[in-house]
């Protein structure tokens, strides 16, 4: 089998994609392709080590599994589904009653596919992985890819455990190897409106309610996952309940909706739950935002500033209020948006994949409620303040470095230079600030065992970063003797309260602002791709002259200014006003994502024309007005005209006021000493 290449023939790929054009009515597909799978390393025998390549791949391509049709394929039969569990592995050969015919019977020996009683019929797709080719494997290159085959009918002499698809192979396959089946569904924009409206209506489910364009690969990946989590030898040693959970106020431990959260057995031993997907997809983009946003920053404190100022200009700033939708760091990013608290979630989660420690500070003391707090970089004993409020740096002496905690103790007057006269005084004086309390950032997921085990599992180009080291960093805290005590940040388990009880009201909004991701599927994959970046050749790859890299942002712009995304005035004209609404939010969400896009890219003068032209001219007071004018100064700032950013800042009304005040009076001094030089 090692020796046996195996390609599809053209004559029964066309035959085969005829045929199923014919028969699946207006499911634009293209013909049967063979796509990447896994690396799978090690024996086909050890489960685990093949369950974990595939969640390892899955976890680094979900943005491949966005289905961009409104009628995407989902699995009817995979290893959750099988008879027993396990692996479906086929042969291929002839159909017994036509042995001059071609090798397009399938047969299932384990006698674990349950065919018939699933249901696989006619126009299915089969997805048989295969061994790689011999050539590749002189290349030193162990990737498994799979062929997609569709069904034409169950064998009716065993059709539990075997079937025969159109077209097929050009040689028979005698060593069992691994099938999917799955199936196409006319039925997506029902079942979108249905799931919404049971969220609206009766708040089912509180998470993970989100019928988002890779979904079925989240499905499969958590059946996998768990499946994974089975089959490994768990052992309880090197893993502890997180002892300063019982320092969360007493209100949340008293909260209901947080028991099932709060336990040792949910978290000890627990599988993974289906909301917990989107955590481990949120921290794939936390790795890849955090390997491409630091630029050639190198030192931690640039690093961190680099991912600060990332956070800022892709995280418009909004006021906490009832009626916020966006209460996980996954939902800040994918909808751009989001409080104080969040901004300062996503810069932590940012900086843990970067191996940098994040904690918040809270100064004062009880009775000065509402007490004020920054963000702080733990490194080399020092902890180097950002506040998210104002999108900046607390600057030092020299206003180009990073004050630190011990500095502005040292020097009050460091944070009185952030008062601009009577209307922005900053709030945190120098009485609240010898007083210091440390909270450490954490979400239920982080502090589990699966997560540890799942982070421990992962290597190479693989790994990210999926537990909170606590009792570490904890420790180094109190060895600085700079904060007064340590504790668990309340807001992320305060956050998972709020999302579970939102008032109908606010559920309506929430899948209202949901569908434009729902129906315009592309713009999703857009935004996860804009996460991913461009990546280099995996390592494991690198012998393969084929293999290339994956061009992330440059498959992102394409896909915002698409036509499916941003349509023509001329044809949202005649599409229906409950349409129109949609189709203009994907519209204007997708125009200021291409600037800020530029922006990332170092394009900013393509920055400025989408961001001035094409968003802030377009709605001057639309929900993009904020960051819109923010992120035009920081382009025109890039290209050094200065005069104009501070005219854009000074003019400001955002809830960034205060800080772009202070980042105008920053770029008047830099007029002043550039003028003073000439």
């Known amino acids: 089998m090692s020796k046996l290449r195996l390609t599809l023939i053209a004559g029964a790929v066309l035959l085969g994609t005829v045929w199923f054009l014919s028969n699946r009515g207006n499911h634009r597909r293209s013909a049967p392709r063979m796509r990447p799978a896994s690396q799978w390393s090690g024996n086909?025998?050890?489960?685990?080590?093949?369950?974990?390549?595939?969640?390892?791949?899955?976890?680094?391509?979900?943005?491949?599994?966005?289905?961009?049709?409104?009628?995407?394929?989902k699995p009817i039969l995979d290893d959750a589904k099988s008879a027993d569990g396990k692996e479906v592995l086929a042969i291929c050969n002839v159909t017994p009653e036509v042995p001059d015919g071609p090798y397009n019977y399938l047969k299932v020996p384990n006698?674990?596919?349950?065919?018939?009683?699933?249901?696989?019929?006619?126009?299915?797709?089969?997805?048989?992985?295969?061994?790689?080719?011999?050539?590749?494997?002189?290349?030193?290159?162990?990737?498994?890819?799979?062929?997609?085959l569709s069904v034409r009918r169950l064998d009716v002499h065993d059709p539990q455990n075997a079937l025969i698809v159109e077209g097929g192979l050009n040689s028979s396959v005698l060593v069992p190897e691994r099938i999917e089946v799955w199936r196409f569904s006319d039925r997506r924009m029902n079942e979108i409106r249905k799931r919404l409206n049971r969220y609206i209506?009766?708040?089912?489910?509180?998470?993970?309610?989100?019928?988002?364009?890779?979904?079925?690969?989240l499905t499969q990946l958590l059946d996998r996952l768990n499946q994974w989590l089975r089959n490994l030898r768990k052992t309880e040693k090197g893993w502890q309940l997180d002892s300063r959970l019982a320092q969360l106020p007493k209100k949340l431990h008293e909260t209901k909706v947080l028991e099932p959260y709060l336990s040792a057995e949910a978290l000890g031993g627990g599988p993974f739950e289906p909301f917990e997907i989107r955590e481990l997809q949120q921290a794939i983009w936390f790795r890849d935002i955090s390997g491409w946003a630091k630029g050639h920053a190198w030192n931690d404190v640039e690093v961190a500033t680099m991912l600060f100022d990332w956070t800022v200009r892709n995280i418009q700033l909004d006021r906490p209020d009832e009626r916020?939708?966006?209460?996980?760091?996954?939902?800040?990013?994918?909808?751009?948006?989001?409080?104080?608290?969040?901004?300062?979630?996503?810069?932590?989660?940012?900086?843990?994949?970067?191996?940098?420690?994040?904690?918040?500070?809270?100064?004062?003391?009880?009775?000065?409620?509402?007490?004020?707090?920054?963000?702080?970089?733990?490194?080399?004993?020092?902890?180097?303040?950002?506040?998210p409020r104002l999108g900046l740096p607390i600057p030092g002496e020299d206003p180009q470095h990073v004050a630190t905690l011990a500095e502005?103790?040292?020097?009050?007057?460091?944070?009185?230079?952030?008062?601009?006269?009577?209307?922005?005084?900053?709030?945190?004086?120098?009485?609240?600030?010898?007083?210091?309390?440390?909270?450490?950032?954490?979400?239920?997921?982080?502090?589990?065992?699966?997560?540890?085990?799942?982070?421990?599992?992962?290597?190479?180009d693989d790994f990210v970063v999926l537990s909170a080291d606590n009792e570490r960093l904890e420790k180094t805290l109190e060895e600085g003797k700079q904060v007064e005590s340590v504790r668990l940040?309340?807001?992320?388990?305060?956050?998972?309260?709020?999302?579970?009880?939102?008032?109908?009201?606010?559920?309506?909004?929430?899948?209202?602002?949901?569908?434009?991701?729902?129906?315009r599927p592309r713009l999703w994959k857009a935004r996860t791709l804009h996460f991913q970046g461009t990546k280099p050749v995996p390592f494991e790859q690198r012998n393969d002259p084929l293999a290339q890299p994956e061009e992330g942002h440059v498959e992102a712009m394409e896909l915002y200014r698409n036509k499916r995304v941003r349509v023509p005035e001329a044809v949202l004209a005649r599409v229906e006003l409950a349409?129109?609404?949609?189709?203009?939010?994907?519209?204007?969400?997708?125009?200021?994502?291409?600037?800020?896009?530029?922006?990332?890219?170092?394009?900013?003068?393509?920055?400025?024309?989408?961001?001035?032209?094409?968003?802030?001219?377009?709605l001057p007071n639309g929900p993009w007005a904020a960051g819109a004018r923010y992120n035009l100064a920081r382009a025109l700032e890039a290209q050094g005209k200065l005069a104009e950013a501070i005219e854009l800042l000074e003019t400001d009304d955002s809830l960034q006021r205060h800080g772009n005040l202070l980042r105008a009076q920053q770029l008047k001094q830099k007029m002043k000493a550039g003028s003073a030089e000439q």
Request: with cysteine.
């Open 579 to 618: 349409k129109q609404v949609i189709y203009r939010r994907a519209k204007n969400d997708a125009s200021y994502w291409v600037g800020l896009l530029s922006y990332d890219r170092g394009r900013y003068e393509v920055a400025e024309h989408w961001l001035r032209d094409r968003t802030l001219e377009a």
């Open 44 to 73: 086909s025998s050890d489960s685990s080590a093949v369950l974990l390549s595939t969640i390892a791949m899955a976890l680094n391509d979900l943005p491949g599994e966005s289905v961009l049709e409104l009628a995407p394929p």
């Open 324 to 387: 916020n939708i966006v209460h996980r760091p996954w939902q800040a990013l994918m909808y751009g948006h989001g409080t104080a608290e969040l901004r300062a979630w996503i810069f932590v989660e940012l900086c843990r994949q970067q191996q940098l420690d994040v904690v918040l500070l809270r100064f004062g003391t009880e009775k000065d409620e509402p007490r004020p707090w920054l963000a702080a970089l733990l490194s080399e004993g020092q902890l180097y303040l950002f506040d």
């Open 489 to 519: 940040w309340p807001f992320p388990w305060q956050s998972m309260v709020i999302e579970q009880t939102l008032p109908l009201d606010v559920r309506r909004i929430a899948a209202q602002r949901f569908i434009v991701f729902a129906q």
């Open 408 to 460: 502005v103790i040292a020097d009050p007057a460091l944070l009185r230079k952030l008062d601009i006269g009577e209307e922005y005084q900053y709030p945190i004086s120098s009485e609240a600030v010898i007083h210091c309390e440390a909270w450490l950032v954490a979400s239920p997921l982080q502090l589990s065992h699966r997560a540890t085990l799942l982070q421990q599992a992962l290597e190479g």
């Open 111 to 148: 006698g674990n596919a349950n065919f018939r009683r699933l249901g696989v019929r006619a126009g299915d797709i089969v997805r048989y992985f295969v061994a790689t080719d011999q050539e590749s494997s002189q290349l030193g290159i162990q990737q498994r890819t799979y062929f997609e």
């Open 201 to 217: 209506k009766r708040r089912e489910p509180a998470m993970r309610w989100e019928p988002s364009p890779d979904e079925g690969a």
